[in-house]
């Protein structure tokens, strides 16, 4: 059967894929009757389908992809009783990635070594729809689509705990060398606030109370970490001994420690040091830090 949009029409040529997985449902792609592109769709299963598209460049920037993409789309939904379609996309292909978008498939990670190129391994963006997703069209779609294709910031929570003698807790951890204040990674709708509350509750065994911001300081990528944004919450002031009442989590904490300016120095990294320093100084802390230090 074929299918129809205005000037385009795409023509089947159903055909066994030849390993076995299903049939591959192939279209080539005419506008005014002349070739401009193919289409294919992969049952990988009996309700899902891998997309892949082929067009000329006019029809890959224009609208003419997009709406033979939404046509073989809406004929797997309604027609095959596909009820997920997903693509691989290669990253540095911003057309297909536009198109993909305006489709209504969303980004939903990176696959490394999806294909091989020039006889070495590539990775591609994976993305997908699924039947009961909102149409692109709409506001729901047009949000879910673009939520789902935004940068994403890792963000950490971690809280200043001094005691009478002005010492820094500092942890110990066992996964790295450097001692680091307590804290950790903000989960998914999470705020940083509740973060570190919770953190110190699962790792110290301690119930605190976060009080203000002290300063939010941009990590800069480092050792195969992303950037990131850490938020540093004071958790005030305690008596020295609260230490003993602590239980600690074994895999992650294997000790905690009062720390004086000079063994800050002397354990953390420098841009921990940078930035309790700052506030070690009693003075007014820049309520935004790039790696430790205030920016020139």
Not at 120 to 140: F, K, M, N, W, Y
Not at 189 to 199: F, G, L, N, T
């Amino acid at each position: 059967m074929s299918l129809r949009d205005s000037d385009l029409v795409l023509r089947p040529d159903d055909r066994p894929d030849g390993h076995g997985h299903g049939q591959a449902h192939t279209f080539t792609v005419e506008r005014g009757g002349a070739p401009v592109g193919a289409l294919e769709l992969q049952r990988s299963d009996h309700a899902a389908a891998w997309l892949r598209w082929q067009f000329e460049p006019e029809l890959l920037i224009g609208d003419g992809g997009l709406r033979a993409v939404r046509l073989l789309i809406g004929h797997a939904f309604g027609d095959l009783g596909v009820d997920r379609v997903a693509a691989h996309v290669d990253p540095a292909d911003a057309p297909s990635l536009r198109l993909a978008a305006r489709a209504g498939l969303r980004r939903e990670g990176v696959v490394r070594g999806a294909s091989v190129r020039a006889g070495r391994r590539v990775d591609e963006i994976l993305v997908g729809r699924l039947a009961s997703d909102p149409e692109p069209a709409t506001a729901d779609g047009f949000r879910a689509v673009l939520n789902a294709g935004l940068p994403l910031k890792r963000v950490i929570a971690q809280g200043l705990l001094r005691d009478p003698a002005g010492r820094v807790l500092l942890c110990e951890l066992t996964y790295k060398h450097d001692w680091d204040l307590p804290g950790g990674v903000v989960e998914p709708h999470e705020s940083p606030r509740d973060c570190v509350v919770r953190e110190v509750a699962e790792e110290l065994g301690v119930q605190l109370t976060a009080g203000e911001l002290v300063t939010v300081d941009w990590l800069p990528p480092w050792a195969g970490w992303d950037d990131a944004c850490l938020f540093m919450f004071d958790l005030g002031v305690v008596a020295a001994d609260l230490v003993r009442s602590m239980r600690l989590e074994p895999r992650e904490i294997a000790a905690v420690h009062w720390a004086d300016p000079a063994e800050v120095r002397a354990r953390c990294r420098p841009q921990v040091a940078d930035r309790l320093e700052l506030v070690a100084d009693g003075g007014l802390v820049p309520p935004f830090l790039q790696s430790g230090r205030v920016p020139e």
